[in-house]
């Protein structure tokens, strides 16, 4: 059975549009450019390096930041988690009228991406994973009279590898095995809750071995991803303290970790496949599946094939304009190994990722959650239950017109490129010392933001004409 | 028969449109660069 969601996320019917859409894409460009002459002019000194923490209110934080608080939210992680594997499992295998699939690759994948930028890292509190692990732990110490014991000590090198494969892995049986493009693959919602299952017993065997708290951070692939985008955010709890740092800030210095610049362009690279399989790579997808199908390999084996083929190309595409972009800014000054660059700089791509998931699926995310907080609640396993009586509410497609959906894709792609050109050009304020050099160093990174912007909107206006 | 690719010229034109500003900042900084160079020859 074909997985349904994606449908919403296209873009259809922009027919009353002052301008063609391509100029839209010089628009967007010339304001990067002014941005960049501005910055240059404007901001002379660096204003990200120091995240100016400071704690909010003593009250405040004990009454949002408290043991309470954390167990109730760890409690609803578990709980969801629980949900989502029974739903999947026990509920129909209508992929639209389970709370599996729109919990899991909406709520859950999409939706904890916007409440990490605006809220910071709650993932951390709400991890499933994480809650009933130290309510093992938590038991094991009440037996024991230890807590128990970490068996490996987990290598630096590791980096953040692991949760790179993890996303990888989820992006692949979201967009691969059950993509919904012109050939129906299928992804049930028994495939998700075995899939969940398999991830579990990954998370706590890698938490058994390295140490709960370890690989939450470093290869929990969840906790890394949402931590990622909570880096943006302005909220940040600090040894159990809530605190504000300037907004941005937390991202410096991200990426110097192993595994980062991967984890950042994996994520704009999958968003970029999803909008280019039914657009500008639909030809050619098509064109390798038919010969893949004339060589004798099966239909569904085919596409799978040949959509890995192009989500590998993709992701190696935006790769290269990074890598490319990162050799420019070398040329600028030698000195600092192009890895080390990339290093310096791959926080400032984190705006990028977020600006290409608002603006692919700012329409998912608005449809779908219609459905999940009203008849997906009520019914979670679509066997006719009206829990809260809601199940007969509907989606209202008419929300928002295209045109206006048009609008907040663009607005979200020049927001997410200027302030990638901001951190950059703080960055390089730090790394270069002398203003001068710094600009020379960032006319790259204005190329690349020139770049992927231009990309974002031309996969934009190619879906599903 | 086989259409000649002049026939998709509207399809290409607007992959050249698109790239048009890129096309443009990686002109200026080719410009820029050489520019410092015979700055720094001279």
């Known amino acids: 059975m074909q997985l349904t969601l994606p449908i919403a996320h296209a873009l259809v019917g922009k027919s009353d549009l002052p301008i063609p859409e391509w100029l839209f894409a010089w628009g967007a460009s010339l304001v990067l450019i002014v941005s960049f002459v501005a910055l240059t002019l404007a901001w002379q000194r660096t204003r990200f390096e120091d995240e100016g923490w400071r704690p909010v209110s003593e009250w405040i934080s004990r009454a949002l930041v ?5 167990f109730a939210a760890g409690a609803l992680g578990a709980f ?51 809650a009933i692990a130290r309510a093992v732990a938590g038991v094991f110490r009440l037996i024991a009279g230890q807590s128990p014991p970490a068996p490996l000590h987990y290598p630096e090198r590791l980096g953040r590898w692991p949760a790179v494969i993890g996303i990888a892995a989820f992006a ?51 906790s890394v991803y949402f931590n990622m985008f909570s880096r943006l955010s302005a909220l940040e709890v600090r040894e159990g303290r809530l605190g504000f740092r300037r907004a941005l800030s937390g991202a410096v210095g991200w990426a110097a970790v192993p595994g980062s610049i991967a984890l950042v362009l994996l ?43 192009f989500l590998a190309l993709t992701i190696a595409a935006v790769a290269a304009i990074f890598w490319g972009g990162v050799a420019g800014m ?23 990722a977020l600006a290409y998931l608002v ?52 607005g979200a792609l020049i927001v997410g490129h200027v302030t990638a050109l901001v951190l950059g050009h703080d960055r390089a304020l730090a790394v270069y010392r002398d203003p001068a050099t710094a600009s020379r160093s960032q006319y790259w990174m204005l190329a690349m933001m020139v770049g992927f912007t231009t990309l974002g909107l031309f996969l934009l206006s190619q879906a599903n004409q | 028969m ?7 010229a509207g399809h290409w034109a607007i992959y050249v449109l698109y790239a048009v500003p890129v096309l443009i900042v990686l002109g200026s900084i080719a410009r820029t660069m050489l520019r410092d160079r015979r700055k720094d020859d001279g």
């Open chain 1, 330 to 352: 070398h040329t600028v000054r030698a000195g600092i190994r192009i890895r080390e660059l990339g290093r310096l700089f791959g926080h400032a791509f984190i705006p990028i």
């Open chain 1, 66 to 70: 408290n043991r309470v608080v954390g």
């Open chain 1, 359 to 410: 603006a692919h699926y700012f329409t998912l995310v608005l449809y779908q959650e219609q459905a999940q907080f009203t008849y997906l609640l009520s019914d979670p396993l679509g066997d006719g239950s009206d829990i809260l009586g809601t199940a007969g509410s509907g989606i209202d497609y008419g929300l928002i017109g295209a045109t206006a959906v048009w609008y907040v894709q663009v």
């Open chain 2, 2 to 8: 086989t259409p000649l690719p002049i026939a998709h």
């Open chain 1, 172 to 222: 692949w049986m979201e967009l691969v095995w059950g993509q919904s493009g012109f050939q129906a693959v299928g992804l049930v919602p028994h495939d998700v809750g075995i899939a969940v299952i398999v991830y579990s017993a990954i998370t706590f065997i890698g938490m058994a071995l390295f140490g709960i708290e370890e690989w939450t951070s470093r290869g929990e692939a969840f």
């Open chain 1, 80 to 130: 969801l988690l629980g949900l989502t594997i029974y739903a999947a499992l026990k509920g129909t295998e209508a992929p639209d009228r389970n709370f599996s699939l729109t919990f899991v690759f909406v709520t859950f994948w999409l939706g904890l991406v916007v409440v990490s930028v605006l809220l910071g890292d709650v993932f951390r509190a709400l991890n499933p994973w994480r």
């Open chain 1, 267 to 309: 994520t704009i690279g999958v968003t970029a496949f999803d909008g280019a399989q039914e657009g500008v790579l639909k030809d050619a997808i098509t064109s390798l599946f038919d010969t893949l199908v004339d060589a004798g390999l099966g239909p569904v084996a085919s596409l799978r094939v040949t959509n890995s083929i």
